[in-house]
């Protein structure tokens, strides 16, 4: 009897718990979209920042395109690093010390806040390296705040791999670098694809990392990696931190979140076509 109080309490627990959340996120929802909906246009889309102060009237369009750039660069630079870390950590490294190292050097970095990590792009990026503020710098500044979110997930995937398939491949005399890009990646294909496109969601949605690397708020669609950018994150916090329009920022806020959505789904097809066909494979 005793047992099975504690199991209704705690299917009421998890109900409540998860009713709470469900219903704080449609809140946030609903508000937004309620009080952004009636500024989006198609001049708003796609028009640039006018008025005085800047951003009190126009479109955001160079910061729809600096921020999917931007993302863009961090995936590509962070999944290249994730890759190659992860392939090393499960099929190079004999050490269990060296291993160990790896993944507390990726679990400090994942633990690093934003902002510092835009003062540390910003000191070697920017003033060492002298790439100036632009797409560049901020594209690599995200990627590193998103490396750690990839190699985990990269190496999970890869650990997961059957390791008589493996072993097969070694046994019938195939080099491991001729394993690795034949058989073991394009079976991880459709994880690495899903874990970068959440991480491209955290980057896009990130202020702190290109304040001080990439942003300015004048910027127009970028020409160039030189070039610096405007991003929907910085936009948001310059209309709501200077108070130049509230309306601007909840309809620059929900065409953030609209594109995180999408990025979301995206990932979630991913996956779910990547599970579909192993399980038709092993059928």
């Known amino acids: 009897m005793r047992e099975k109080t504690s199991a209704i309490l705690f299917k009421l627990w998890i109900m409540l718990s998860a009713i709470i959340v469900l219903s704080s996120v449609a ?30 009237e126009g479109g955001i369009f160079p910061a729809i395109v600096g921020s999917l750039l931007l993302t863009l660069i ?10 190659c870390t992860a392939i090393y950590v499960v099929f190079y490294c004999a050490s269990k010390k060296i291993e160990s190292i790896v993944h507390v050097v990726v679990q400090c970095m994942a633990g690093v806040p934003s902002i510092v990590l835009g003062l540390f792009g910003y000191t ?32 999970k995937t890869l650990r997961e791999i059957s390791s008589s398939l493996v072993n097969s491949s070694y046994a019938l005399g195939i080099s491991k670098s001729y394993t690795l890009f ?8 459709s994880d690495i694809i899903s874990a ?23 910027a127009p669609v970028p020409n160039s990696l030189s ?29 953030l979140i609209m594109l995180l959505f ?5 990932s979630l097809a991913t996956t779910f076509f990547g599970e579909h066909r192993k399980y038709n494979r092993n059928i």
């Open 182 to 189: 034949k058989l073991v990646l394009p079976m991880c294909k």
């Open 124 to 155: 070697l990026l920017v003033v060492n390296l002298k790439l100036g503020r632009s797409l560049l710098s901020g594209g690599i500044t995200l990627g590193i705040m998103i490396f750690p979110f990839i190699q985990v997930r990269v190496e």
């Open 27 to 56: 809140f946030i929802f609903i508000y937004i979209i309620k009080n952004g909906a009636s500024s989006i246009n198609l001049e708003f889309i796609f028009g640039k920042p006018k008025g005085i102060p800047l951003g009190s």
């Open 74 to 83: 961090a995936c590509i630079f962070a999944t290249i690093l994730a890759i």
């Open 262 to 266: 999408i990025i979301n789904i995206l």
């Open 227 to 255: 070039s610096p950018v405007m991003a929907l994150p910085f936009h948001l916090y310059i209309l709501t931190g200077e108070g130049i329009s509230l309306e601007k920022s909840y309809a620059t806020a929900l065409v």
């Open 196 to 218: 970068t496109t959440l991480a491209g969601g955290f980057a896009m949605g990130a202020a702190a990392p290109i304040i001080l690397t990439a942003a300015v708020i004048f």
